[in-house]
Antibody, heavy 120, light 106 residues
Framework: EVQLVQSGAEVRKPGESLKISCQGS????????IGWVRQMPGKGLEWLGF????????RYSPSFQGQVTISADRSITTVYLQWTRLQASDTAIYYC?????????????WGHGTPVTVSS | SYDLTQPLSVSVAPGQTATITCGGD??????VQWYQQMPGQAPVMVIY???IRPSGIPERFSGSNSGNTATLTISRAQAEDEADYFC?????????FGPGTHVTVL
C-alpha cells in the first residue's frame, strides 16, 4: 500500500519562496496521480492540482493556476508544491493525496499534512 | 463554477442515525465522495462513487445520491464518529469540495 510522507512545518515571511514535498513509498507510486489540497485555518478543503509522477503530466485548478507550481522527481518518488512569492493568505495546512485517475478522481490515501505559516 | 452546499452542523445521539446532505445542481449525474476529518488529522475517504465503502470503513457508513442531493448516513452513531465531513465531486476539469459538516455525537 502506498504511504505518503510529507515534509515538516514551515515558517516564512511574505515574499519568500518555499517548496514542500510529499514522498511516496510502496508499489507503483509513479503510476498514481498525486494531488495537493489546501486547508486554511478553520476552513474547508480546496484542491490546487495534481501530477502524474511517471511523466510529470500536471493539471491545475483554475483558482491556483499561476499561483503555485507542482512538480515531481520520479527517481526519488517525490512530489513537490512550490511558491515563488508567499503571501500571508498562503498560511494553511497542505495535504498531498493519491488518486488513481485524473478525471473524476477520488482520493483514497492522504499525507499527514504540512503546516505552512507566512507571517512578517 | 459548481457549488456544493452542506449543513454547518449535525447532532446525533449515540446509537442513532446521522444524515449529512450535500446539495448541488443535478448532483445525481456526478460521482460523490465523502471524507471524514478528525481534529488535527488528515481527511479519510469513507465513501466513493456515491455509495462504495473503501476497505476498512465500518458498514455503518453508507451513501446515496439522487436528484439535487447526495447523502451520507451514519447508522448507530458512535462517539468516534464525531468529526467534520466533506463531500467532493468532479466538475468539468476541477475537483470541488463541499464546505463541510461538523457532526456532534451527544
Amino acid at each position: 500500500e502506498v504511504q505518503l510522507v510529507q515534509s515538516g512545518a514551515e515558517v516564512r515571511k511574505p515574499g519568500e519562496s518555499l517548496k514542500i514535498s510529499c514522498q511516496g513509498s510502496g508499489d507503483s507510486f509513479t503510476r498514481f496521480w498525486i494531488g495537493w489540497v489546501r486547508q486554511m485555518p478553520g476552513k474547508g478543503l480546496e484542491w490546487l492540482g495534481f501530477i502524474f509522477p511517471e511523466n510529470s503530466d500536471t493539471r491545475y485548478s483554475p483558482s491556483f493556476q499561476g499561483q503555485v507550481t507542482i512538480s515531481a522527481d520520479r527517481s526519488i518518488t517525490t512530489v513537490y508544491l512550490q511558491w515563488t512569492r508567499l503571501q500571508a493568505s498562503d498560511t494553511a495546512i497542505y495535504y498531498c493525496a493519491r488518486s488513481h485517475i485524473p478525471v473524476d478522481p477520488h482520493f483514497d490515501s492522504w499525507g499527514h499534512g504540512t503546516p505552512v505559516t507566512v507571517s512578517s | 463554477s459548481y457549488d456544493l452546499t452542506q449543513p454547518l452542523s449535525v447532532s446525533v445521539a449515540p446509537g442513532q442515525t446521522a444524515t449529512i446532505t450535500c446539495g448541488g445542481d443535478n448532483i445525481e449525474t456526478k460521482n460523490v465522495q465523502w471524507y471524514q476529518q478528525m481534529p488535527g488529522q488528515a481527511p479519510v475517504m469513507v465513501i466513493y462513487r456515491d455509495a462504495i465503502r473503501p476497505s476498512g470503513i465500518p458498514e455503518r457508513f453508507s451513501g446515496s445520491n439522487s436528484g439535487n442531493t447526495a447523502t451520507l448516513t451514519i447508522s448507530r452513531a458512535q462517539a468516534e464518529d464525531e468529526a467534520d465531513y466533506f463531500c467532493q465531486v468532479w466538475d468539468t476539469t476541477t475537483v470541488v469540495f463541499g464546505p463541510g459538516t461538523h457532526v456532534t455525537v451527544l
